[in-house]
């Protein structure tokens, strides 16, 4: 296999698009995975001669900017690509246009459809990675769940835009998707390995659900929530929150959920969004009545060592496992964690080139995270960092 990594300016689209039209190769890549600001994904969808890149694409839009391991003096406006050359390998994608109330069907036919394209009907492939819409992210793993149950990795992010003001989109190489999801089965011919992780601590502050909907958390221990939450605030020496949006003041201490507690602790985070004068919360990922929440703790330091960290993980347990030398990276960051640290979004991108040596990689902002734990059930959660890393063949 190989996977070749661009990096390309997409401020101006008649540049943009000479810089597409310069990538010479001798035939389309299997597969290709991209980021990028809203800007770079609609001046992609617009460029003439993206089939002769790749057959297929998963291309997300990136809150304000994309990375990779090229440095970029003003941070914005890049489009960071993945090209997967795997003539031994399968890949397939499919899309849809879709809704809360009918992405669990949705999903479970776009599966089945990039199944096919890849020639792999009924098979399970070595990683499913998926691209969605804000509030879609648990419905359409359910209904990847339903189909082949937890035996496969799905790993991806959810499609940003700058002040979440709704103009996130997607690009499958053919159309653009503003509400609706992108799937892509990989069954490439070289091992794979990932690590879902998040850069917060426990406090000693925990509820119980006692009463939640979809997104939305009524209460814990049988009080408002927003009361408990702030009592939490109050305790940790943090100013209360008003009602209203709140997405930014609770970056550093959303909601968690403990998945693992071992060496090194899984927890699953919610982010708060709003709280209403009811004392409900808006979550940005769903809870469920019996729960067990726990206020977390973040700080920049945290957060800009995490990524570094994650990818370390991943990298290492690709030599322990498959005795394979990472190829290429794919790297998901939270974009509440990136506007937290915003001066210091480089040292996360320097960070992860550490981790990895002289390899390619391309991440993104997003706006909600997908993956997988170690005890192998894919979950939805925010605040979260995601590393996935592809190997070189042993042969």
């Not at 792999?120 to 648990?138: F, T």
Request: glycine residues 8%; hydrophobic residues 40%; charged residues 15%.
């Amino acid at each position: 296999m190989k996977i070749l990594r661009h990096f390309l300016n997409a401020t101006d689209p008649c540049v943009f698009q000479q810089y597409i039209g310069s990538i010479k190769q001798d035939k389309p890549a299997n597969l290709a995975i991209a980021f990028g600001n809203i800007d770079a994904i609609l001046h992609l969808s617009q460029a003439t001669e993206i089939t002769q890149l790749a057959t297929s694409w998963v291309a997300t839009s990136s809150c304000i900017t994309a990375f990779s391991d090229i440095g970029a003096e003003d941070n914005q406006n890049h489009l960071a690509i993945l090209q997967f050359y795997d003539p031994q390998g399968s890949y397939g994608v499919a899309s849809k246009q879709s809704s809360i109330d009918s992405i669990i069907e949705d999903s479970q036919q776009a599966l089945t459809l990039a199944l096919n394209a890849a020639n792999r009907p009924g098979e399970l492939p070595a990683l499913i990675w998926c691209s969605q819409s804000p509030g879609l992210e648990e419905g359409l793993l359910t209904g990847i769940r339903q189909l082949v149950g937890n035996n496969v990795p799905v790993f991806g992010g959810t499609s940003a835009d700058n002040d979440v003001s709704g103009h996130w989109c997607m690009f499958d190489g053919q159309q653009t998707i503003t509400t609706g999801f992108i799937i892509a089965v990989l069954f490439p011919s070289t091992p794979i390995n990932y690590f879902f992780s998040s850069g917060y601590e426990t406090t000693r502050h925990t509820a119980i659900v006692t009463s939640a909907s979809g997104r939305k958390l009524n209460t814990l221990n049988h009080q408002p929530a927003a009361s408990v939450y702030n009592q939490w605030r109050t305790m940790m020496a943090l100013p209360t929150l008003a009602n209203g949006p709140v997405l930014a003041q609770s970056t550093f201490n959303p909601l968690g959920r403990v998945i693992l507690d071992n060496d090194e602790q899984m927890t699953l985070l919610s982010h708060p969004a709003f709280i209403y004068e009811d004392g409900t919360m808006e979550l940005f990922s769903e809870v469920y009545q019996g729960e067990q929440l726990t206020f977390m703790h973040g700080n920049q330091t945290l957060l800009i060592q995490r990524a570094q960290t994650v990818t370390h993980f991943a990298a290492q347990q690709l030599l322990d496992l498959y005795d394979s030398k990472p190829l290429a990276a794919i790297v998901i960051f939270c974009a509440g964690c990136m506007l937290a640290i915003k001066d210091e979004t480089n040292q996360v991108r320097q960070g992860v080139e550490q981790a990895l040596g002289n390899v390619p990689f391309i991440g993104g902002f997003t706006f909600g995270e997908q993956g997988r734990f170690a005890d192998g059930v894919n979950r939805h959660g925010n605040l979260m960092i995601s590393a996935i890393i592809f190997g070189h063949s042993n042969e």
